[in-house]
């Protein structure tokens, strides 16, 4: 499969189609891996993947931030040659956008966190691996070092200590920590859904499955066969809950005494970069860069925790104003090229997409991510021509966007 703008080096324009496999040439959009992914998955799984919390406020907020900013174009640029290449902690990446943590990946694709891996890999984008995820973290390690691990903190020290060194051990250099997990959320729409975890084994939960084969056979099935029962296998440093039993608990250890002190612990801890996610509050920003955050992830958790979290968006050029000595992130929303040029404009060094790629690995494994990935890399590139940008610096200069 060639894109013609993977390497994120200069290139002509237009860009050559990307070659996707037949099965995932409809896939025309982003968006159109939701509604793909909503025939392929069980009611619980595509549940789980498209939740947000309660009335849906953030989640909606998150897009809407997108059309408050609109661009001002300059025409009779050359823009024959152009380069979406960022460079981000000493790496050169193709493009201004990677893979967000997602939870429980290997459940709704076939060995989901290394063909998520994979796929970022390829194409030169950087990826998150989840912490509640179902595949060993040192699995994904060993295929794909640099992939950046994502780490809910455990509730205690001695499980914080253990959990980092695991992670030291396994080979990891970035360490994202999600702060914005307080509580578990509401969880009254995936349980609308039929979601729990671990699935509880039901008819109806049979049902779920039966009517979906593709998924039944080539996930679930093939997973149980060639790998065993998934299990949470790196929220702590010791293997968690199985993925589906009758009466198992999950430990959702209580992280609401957690503070800026396990924070600074895990800066001593942690010689690799360390990441910061889930910031909303410019006061927070600063408090974790002078705390020794090597980079901030401005996200609301893609609406899924605190409904009526500010859209990030709308708080990222007060964060990178406050904090501009280190990277400043952005997830949450994006969903088009345009998306990615509004927030790079407004500050982010990179930002991140969450379920879009999730539903892209469930639907087509590593092809269907890498389409995904295209996809929205040409809608980029698209999008700087008609911007009259050659390199994404040029947006810096004030002028490019503008309230709407
Ligand atoms: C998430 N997210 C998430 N974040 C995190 O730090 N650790 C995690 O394990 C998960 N798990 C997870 C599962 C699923 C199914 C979703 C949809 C999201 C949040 C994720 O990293 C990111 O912040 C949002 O998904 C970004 O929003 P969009 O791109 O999905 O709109």
New binding site residues.
Partial sequence: MTSGISSGQLSMSPVKAAQAPRRLRHLLSLDDFEKAAAKHLPRPVFG????AAETRHS?RS??EAYARYSFVPRVLVDVSQRSQAVTLFGHSYASPFGL??????AL?AYRGDLVLARAAAEANVPM?M????LIPLEQVAAQSPDVWF?A?LPGDEQNIMALIERVAKAGFRTL?L?V??QVPPNSENTVRMGFSAPLRPSLRLAWDGLVRPRWLFGTFLRTLLLHGMPHFENNYATRGAPILSASVLRDFSDRGHLNWRHFSLIRQLWKGRLVI??VLSVQDARIARDAGADGI?V??????QLDGAVAPLKVLPGIAEACSDIPVML?????RGTDVLKAVALGARMV???????YAAAIGGQAGVRHAIDLLAREVSRDMAMLGIRELDELNASGFICPS
């Fill in positions: 789980y993947m498209v939740a989640l998150n897009r967000a943590p997602l939870g429980l990946s709704s998150i989840s912490g509640s995820s994502q809910y994202v999600t914005d997990t996610k889930g992830i996200s609301n958790h893609g609406g899924r997830d949450g929303g994006v969903r991140f997409v969450g379920r879009p790629f999730g």
